[in-house]
Nanobody, 124 residues
Framework: QVQLVESGGGLVQAGGSLRLSCAAS????????MGWFRQAPGKEREFVAT????????DYADSVKDRFTISRDNAKNTVYLQMNSLKPEDTAVYYC?????????????????WGQGTQVTVSS
C-alpha cells in the first residue's frame, strides 16, 4: 500500500500558475507509475496526466496538454504537476494516484492508491 499526500493547491487568477506536489510513502516509489486526476463539482473524476516509473514517458488529457507538466523526483518520492495558463474550467479537487505497475495509465481502475486531494480554484 502507498500513502499519498498532495499539497500546493489554492486560489489563483486565470492565466496564473500553480505547482502541485504529491509525497509518497510505503512501497518503493520508483516501482510504479503515477497519475493526476481531478474532479469538479457535479462532475465525474477525470484523468489529467500520467508519468511512468522513470519519468521518461508522460501523457496528458487534451484539455491540459501544452499547459500542464507532470514530473517526478524518485530520490524525493514526490510527483509534481506544474500548471500554467490556468483557466476557470481547471477548478477542481486534484488527486494524485499510484499505479499497480511502472507503465503509464489513464483509467482510474489502473491506480490502486489515492491521496485525499487538494483544491484548485481559478477565478476569472
Amino acid at each position: 500500500q502507498v500513502q499519498l499526500v498532495e499539497s500546493g493547491g489554492g486560489l489563483v487568477q486565470a492565466g496564473g500558475s500553480l505547482r502541485l506536489s504529491c509525497a509518497a510513502s510505503g512501497r518503493t516509489f520508483s516501482n510504479y507509475a503515477m497519475g493526476w486526476f481531478r474532479q469538479a463539482p457535479g462532475k465525474e473524476r477525470e484523468f489529467v496526466a500520467t508519468i511512468n516509473w522513470s519519468g521518461d514517458n508522460t501523457d496528458y488529457a487534451d484539455s491540459v496538454k501544452d499547459r500542464f507538466t507532470i514530473s517526478r523526483d524518485n530520490a524525493k518520492n514526490t510527483v509534481y504537476l506544474q500548471m500554467n495558463s490556468l483557466k476557470p474550467e481547471d477548478t477542481a479537487v486534484y488527486y494524485c494516484a499510484a499505479s499497480y505497475d511502472g507503465q503509464i495509465a489513464w483509467r482510474s481502475s489502473n491506480f490502486g492508491s489515492w491521496g485525499q486531494g487538494t483544491q484548485v480554484t481559478v477565478s476569472s
